[in-house]
């Protein structure tokens, strides 16, 4: 199992916090910093900034972790731009980068980034293979000529042409909650990032088995990525797990209101929970929905651990998995030497 850590946690960017643990906050200090304690891969998201510049300014003070968007939103670009950036950020890192895309919901498309919404899986598909068509014409020469369904692009000439680079073309991965989407990762892309929302039961059940239906799953095998999905505690102060845990039970029931992650709660026999939920949100009764998570139901997506017992209890509880991010609080609590330490036994055996 690899072992990675965000490098874009919004907390790390406090000026307030001056923990000697994280310092300095550059983020090119912090990423070597965590190559160092044995971190395999450095994740970047798209919540309150950019997924791509911190992943560029890490490239610079790292040679083996792999770097990857966790994730990059898709439909708020053209193919075009993401190819472009892709592209630069594989050639500066030598080929360490690993394009991690989301659909996102129509609210956020439509509302947020005022793009237009189109029919997520088969928009995703052409995105992909769009992607995959450009690198080829840079790379190989192929003539550039994309018709399909949402993106038509057919002109490339040699002054906007970046060439060839040395490395391969750039993993994709896919974030996905239900099946059509983890069928298409394992179709098409290298990889599938499991979302928070996740149990194993759901994952192993319902999400794996589309997936090792797809040609490019088969073609990989067990380099085919999949992250863990879930939720992680790690720490040895109750009072903090018993925050987080409060607050992790406010997150599994925003999800659960929402009808397109139904799927999850009905594995579970959860459909009634899940109905009132949404009915909470309808009304904005947002303070009553997290006692509908009982401790049971946020146990199966969530895994609360002591230092000790984390390795063995994250192997046991994701066994599915061959990336596992931990979160970035470990550090803060257990200081440098004991997080290399549970990260070496964590990677090991």
């Known amino acids: 199992m690899k072992i990675g850590i965000n490098i874009s946690d919004s907390r790390l960017f406090d000026e307030n916090n001056s923990s000697d643990i994280v310092l300095p906050h550059k983020i090119s200090a912090r990423s070597k910093l965590f190559e160092s304690i044995g971190f395999d891969f450095l994740t970047s998201n798209e919540t309150k900034a950019n997924p791509f510049v911190p992943l560029s300014i ?28 892709s592209w630069d950020l594989q050639r500066i890192s030598n080929g360490r980068f690993v394009l991690g895309l989301g659909s996102q919901v129509r609210g956020h498309v439509v509302r947020r980034f005022s793009g237009e919404w189109h029919p997520p899986i088969s928009r995703m598909r052409e995105y992909i293979e769009s992607l995959t068509k450009i690198w080829n014409c840079w790379q190989n020469g192929d003539k550039l000529n994309i018709k399909g369904d949402y993106y038509n692009i057919d002109l490339m000439t040699p002054f906007f042409n970046p060439g060839p680079i040395s490395n391969e073309f750039p993993k994709i991965i896919l974030a996905a909650v239900n099946t059509n989407m983890s069928k298409l990762s394992g179709e098409l892309s290298d990889g599938i990032i499991l979302h928070g929302f996740s149990t194993k039961k759901y994952v192993q059940k319902v999400l794996l088995p589309e997936i090792e239906k797809g040609k490019k799953y088969k073609q990989l095998k067990d380099e085919f990525i999949i992250t863990s999905g879930g939720f992680v505690i790690i720490s040895d102060n109750e009072k903090n797990i018993q925050s987080k845990i409060e607050q992790i039970r406010s997150q599994v029931a925003f999800y659960a209101s929402t009808k397109s992650y139904r799927k999850v709660m009905e594995i579970h026999g959860w459909e009634n929970i899940a109905d009132q939920l949404y009915r909470y949100s309808v009304d904005g009764k947002w303070d009553k929905m997290p006692s509908l998570i009982t401790d049971d139901v946020l146990d199966e997506f969530l895994l609360v651990s002591s230092l000790k017992e984390a390795p063995k209890k994250i192997k046991s509880k994701f066994n599915y998995a061959n990336y596992l991010s931990i979160p970035i609080d470990v550090i803060y609590e257990f200081g440098i030497d004991q997080t290399k330490n549970l990260v070496n036994k964590m990677k090991s055996g």
């Open 58 to 85: 890490g490239s610079e003070s790292t040679t083996t972790s792999e770097l990857i968007s966790s994730i990059a939103l898709a439909f708020v670009r053209s193919p075009m731009d993401l190819a472009y950036i």
